[in-house]
C-alpha cells in the first residue's frame, strides 16, 4: 500500500455537524450547548487534551486538577497549567486544597488575573495518600471543614460561578454527599457533581446511579450532574432518564477517544428533539484505523505546542497510545514502537506501516478504559472517623494531603 499523508487534516468532527440544543445547561452565566462535562484528570485534560475534545464536540473542558497552595506560591509549572489557549472558552480550572483562606486566595489570584470563567472544587480523590491526611473524599466528613472551604472559594470568586465535584462519600457506612451536598447549595455553588462511587470503592465496579437520583431529589435549586460509566451517548441518556439529572460529566469514557464529544452532542439532540435516535447513530463516530491514526498524530502536535518540548511531548503520549488502539488490529510491535516514540519523525515512520483503510472494530473499541482498580479499606488520619467536625485533626496536619493527584 502507498505511504499515507500523515500532515492529512485530523478526521472531521461530529460536532461540527450539530446545531446547539434549546435546553441548555446553565451554570451560573455559563450557558452550555450540552449538557456535557470533562472531568478533570491529572496529567490528561492539559490544554492539549482539551483543545483536541473541542474540536470533535461541544461542553465544559475542565483544567486538570490545580493545588490551591502550588497556585498561591505561583510554581512555574502550576503557572502553566492554569494557561488557556485562547481558543478555550469558557475557561474552566479545576482547584484542590484543604485550607479554606489558601482556597480562597488561589481562587482570587483566577479572577483578579482574569485566567477562569469557572472554578470547580475536587473533593472526590480517593487516592491513598490524600485520604491518609484527610483530603479528597476524606474531607466532606468533616462537615464544618467543608463548608468553611466552600464559602471562602465562593466568597472570594464574585461573579465567577464555582461548582463543586465530589464522591458519595468514604464507604457504604460513611456516606456524606447529601449533607455535603446541602452545605454547598447553601454556600452558593452554582452546580453539584457526583461520581457515584465511594472511596473505597475507587474506579471498581459500578457506578451507583441511584444516589445521582437521591442528589437530584435533594438538591433542587441548581443543576446535579452525574459522573460514572459513561461510555457512550446512549449511556448518557440512560443516566439522565433514570437519575433525573441535569448533565453528564466524562472522565475515563473520553481517553483515546476524544469523538465520544461528538456522540454525546449527537445523544443529546435526540432529547432534545431535534434528531431521531436512527439520525444519531448514523452520525456516531465509527473511525477507521487511519482516523485514528492522524488523530493520535494530531494530539502529539497539541502536546508539543503545549509543552514546546518535542520528546516532552512524545513521552507524554505513550500513555495513550493503548487507549487509542485499543481493539483495532494494530499488532505487538506497533503498540511496543509507539509506546517509546521519541520523536514526530519516528512517529510518522511507524504509523505508515498501518493499514489506514481498517474499519472501525465495534465494540472492541468501546466500553470501559483505564484502571478501574479494586475496593479497598480507605486510608484516613487515625481517628477520623469519631467525630464530623475537625476538632481532632490540625491544619498543619491536612495540608500535608495537598499533593497533585487526579480523581473525582
Avoid at 209 to 223: C, D, F, G, H, Y
Avoid at 322 to 346: I, M
Wanted: charge should be negative.
Amino acid at each position: 500500500m502507498s505511504t499515507p499523508t500523515l500532515t492529512a487534516p485530523a478526521p472531521k468532527a461530529v460536532g461540527d455537524a450539530l446545531t446547539s440544543v434549546d435546553d441548555k445547561l446553565a451554570i451560573g452565566p455559563i450557558r452550555l450547548d450540552v449538557p456535557v462535562v470533562l472531568a478533570p484528570m491529572a496529567g490528561i485534560t492539559n490544554t492539549a487534551f482539551r483543545r483536541l475534545c473541542r474540536e470533535f464536540g461541544a461542553g465544559l473542558y475542565v483544567s486538570e486538577m490545580i493545588t490551591s497552595r502550588a497556585l498561591v506560591e505561583r510554581t512555574p509549572e502550576t503557572m502553566r497549567l492554569i494557561t488557556h489557549h485562547p481558543s478555550e472558552t469558557p475557561r474552566s480550572i479545576q482547584l484542590y486544597g484543604v485550607d479554606p483562606a489558601t482556597m480562597a486566595e488561589a481562587a482570587r489570584i483566577l479572577v483578579d488575573e482574569d485566567r477562569t470563567d469557572h472554578i470547580d472544587m475536587n473533593f472526590g480523590c480517593p487516592v491513598p495518600k490524600v485520604t491518609r491526611k484527610g483530603g479528597g473524599a476524606a474531607l466532606p466528613w468533616k462537615l464544618d471543614l467543608f463548608r468553611e472551604i466552600v464559602e471562602s472559594v465562593v466568597d472570594a470568586a464574585g461573579d465567577i460561578p464555582v461548582t463543586v465535584k465530589m464522591r458519595k462519600g468514604i464507604d457504604t457506612d460513611h456516606l456524606t454527599y447529601l449533607e455535603a451536598a446541602r452545605a454547598a447549595e447553601g454556600a452558593g455553588v452554582k452546580a453539584i457533581a457526583l461520581h457515584a462511587r465511594t472511596a473505597a470503592d475507587f474506579y471498581s465496579g459500578q457506578a451507583d446511579w441511584s444516589a445521582i437520583a437521591r442528589l437530584k431529589e435533594t438538591i433542587t435549586s441548581i443543576p446535579v450532574l452525574g459522573n460514572g460509566d459513561i461510555w457512550s451517548g446512549e449511556d448518557a441518556l440512560r443516566m439522565v432518564d433514570e437519575t433525573g439529572c441535569d448533565g453528564v460529566v466524562v472522565g475515563r469514557g473520553c481517553l483515546g477517544r476524544p469523538w465520544l464529544f461528538g456522540d454525546l452532542a449527537a445523544a443529546f439532540r435526540v432529547r432534545a428533539g431535534e434528531l431521531t435516535a436512527d439520525e444519531a447513530a448514523a452520525l456516531r463516530a465509527a473511525p477507521s484505523l487511519g482516523d485514528v491514526a492522524r488523530t493520535l498524530r494530531r494530539h502529539t502536535e497539541l502536546l508539543v505546542e503545549f509543552f514546546g518540548d518535542e520528546n516532552r511531548a512524545c513521552r507524554d503520549i505513550r500513555k495513550h497510545v493503548a487507549w487509542y488502539l485499543k481493539g483495532y488490529p494494530a499488532g505487538h510491535e506497533v503498540r511496543a514502537a509507539l509506546s517509546t516514540v521519541t520523536s514526530l519523525a519516528q512517529m510518522d515512520e511507524i504509523l505508515a506501516t498501518l493499514d489506514w483503510s481498517e474499519p472501525y472494530p465495534g465494540a472492541d473499541a468501546e466500553g470501559p478504559r483505564g484502571r478501574a482498580g479494586s475496593p479497598k479499606n480507605p486510608a484516613l488520619p487515625d481517628g477520623w472517623l469519631k467525630s464530623r467536625s475537625l476538632e481532632s485533626a490540625g491544619r498543619v496536619d491536612l495540608a500535608e494531603a495537598e499533593l497533585s493527584h487526579s480523581g473525582g
